[in-house]
């Protein structure tokens, strides 16, 4: 087994409660440990700064709020990045893409729900648009190549998803992911898909703001932490130090 095999997961036992611990996190701590003795410096994305999108929504003069639903990964660290972002408001780590009845985390892992581990952002278009939103999306939220999976979680609960609320994120989506792909921005095509938004279902209560509450836990130290650092480096005008954090009904 290499040190690559023995990076920390996400996977818990079904039905356990947070604070994981025993052999799981175990398990986890000892794979950061591997890693970090090796004075290895990794994520499991590498950031990548994508040109901003051609067509984008409109710019008006009044302040309100919309909301984007994205999945790329794990919503842990996708949440954490957008919580760092200007202009968002709320961030709500949720489920995407299935029905009401299978949108609860053991079933979602299952990997058969059509679910995908998603994330729910208020903004105000006056400070962030929707285009520069997927920007960062595309850029330091997700490796947007990788099909099914990312990082160390595989499963179509991984996906990389756009799911539209109206029709004007539809087309910007589909024009971007076109754009994105034909300037062969990656060495490797969009695994990306334009989704009919079905419903966005908030995530139990223990997964909001999981990475604001635990910043020293190995996965978060390993695969979520880097990509807050690429989104201060690559988007310092959009970036703030204080996250906002998510206002959702528990479950």
Request: one cysteine or more; glycine letters at 8%.
């Amino acid at each position: 087994m290499t040190i690559m095999d023995k990076l920390p997961t996400k996977t818990k036992p079904a039905g356990a409660a947070l604070p994981w611990t025993g052999g799981v996190l175990a398990a986890c701590a000892l794979g950061a440990a591997l890693l970090f003795s090796q004075n290895l410096a990794f994520s499991s994305e590498s950031a990548k700064m994508v040109p901003a999108p051609v067509s984008d929504e409109a710019v008006v003069a009044t302040e309100h709020s919309e909301t984007a639903v994205f999945a790329g990964g794990c919503f842990w660290g996708v949440q954490g990045v957008f919580q760092h972002v200007r202009g968002v408001s709320n961030v709500v780590s949720g489920y995407a893409g299935g029905n009401r009845d299978t949108a609860q985390y053991n079933r979602v892992s299952e990997g058969d729900t059509g679910h995908a581990e998603s994330v729910q952002i208020t903004y105000d278009p006056t400070q962030v648009t929707y285009g520069k939103l997927l920007q960062i999306f595309f850029s330091v939220a997700h490796d947007p190549t990788e099909l099914n999976r990312q990082g160390p979680d595989t499963g179509s609960q991984y996906r990389s998803a756009v799911f539209p609320a109206n029709d004007m994120q539809r087309k910007v989506a589909q024009a971007y992911v076109a754009q994105i792909d034909h300037a062969k921005v990656f060495s490797n095509a969009l695994a990306t898909k334009v989704e009919a938004l079905r419903g966005f279902y908030p995530a139990e209560s223990y997964h909001q703001n999981f990475l604001t509450r635990n910043p020293s836990y190995p996965y978060i130290v390993v695969n979520d932490l880097p990509k807050i650092d690429d989104l201060k480096r690559l988007f310092p005008d959009m970036y703030r130090a204080q996250p906002v954090l998510a206002k959702a009904d528990s479950r």
